[in-house]
């Protein structure tokens, strides 16, 4: 059996730093963005005493788990038998790439609000 479940609730967060002040948004949710941008860039720009600071982003995505819980207690699905798969796509917007990297998952051990961004 093949199912595809869609997120309920996705956003980022990012420590990045905004042009022109040296301002660094370490609090930032940008809440419904139409995209989810994972970056991490080096010494992009300049903040404080840092003249060569690291920023990134982190993804977080929320999925509805009563959806496969109602398939286990309806015998829809067999945990012993099953796979899940994240997949996320690029959205080219005319920089360059990497390739052949890895993104590592973790379960978030708090909730954590979608907001609304600005």
Known sequence: MYRILSASFDTYITDK????????????????????????????????SATNPTELS??????????????????????????????????YGGQTTPSKFKLISFPLAQKFEEGIGR
Do not use: C, P
Request: proline share 0%; no cysteine; aromatic share 8%.
């Open 58 to 91: 982190r993804i977080l995505v929320k999925f509805d788990m009563s959806q496969l819980s109602k398939m286990v207690n309806r015998g829809d699905l067999d945990l012993n038998n099953f796979k899940a798969e994240l997949t996320l796509s690029d959205v």
């Open 17 to 48: 730093i905004v042009r022109g002040n040296g301002f660094r948004a370490t609090d930032a949710n940008v809440g419904q963005s139409g995209t989810l941008d994972l970056f991490k860039l080096y010494g992009e720009n300049v903040s404080g």
